[in-house]
């Protein structure tokens, strides 16, 4: 079972990009799905969560307004638009269930936003 997230770039601050998750080995139709990220020295930080149904979605602070999260349980994938970026996104992104499965952690994907 892994979740591989992928997507990201280099892009300017303002500029937009959209991360995939793809999972493999289960469904994870009736999981609560999040995005992660984590930038260089510091801690590991949810960044949005979205439901099964897709009917709840939350954000963390600093992207509310900015980012939307999306999946298709049809595909199994999950997304994050992310828009108006800024430096302080700079990071890698993962996708897991939330709460983690770290069993099903797969590699990150880097977003780097120049200033």
């Known amino acids: 079972v892994q979740l591989q997230a992928s997507g990201g770039g280099l892009v300017q601050a303002g500029g937009s990009l959209t991360l995939s998750c793809a999972a493999s080995g289960r469904t994870f139709s009736t999981d609560v799905m999040a995005w992660f990220r984590q930038a260089p020295g510091k801690d590991l930080d949810v960044v949005a969560t979205?439901?099964?149904?897709?009917?709840?979605?939350a954000y963390a602070d600093s992207v509310k307004g900015r980012f939307t999260i999306s999946r298709n349980n049809a595909d199994n994938t999950l997304n994050l638009q992310m828009n108006k970026l800024k430096p302080e996104d700079t990071a890698v992104y993962y996708c897991?269930?939330?709460?983690?499965?770290?069993?099903?952690w797969g590699q990150g994907t880097q977003v780097t936003v120049s200033s």
């Open positions: 979205i439901s099964s149904d897709s009917t709840g979605t």
């Open positions: 897991n269930t939330d709460p983690i499965r770290y069993d099903y």
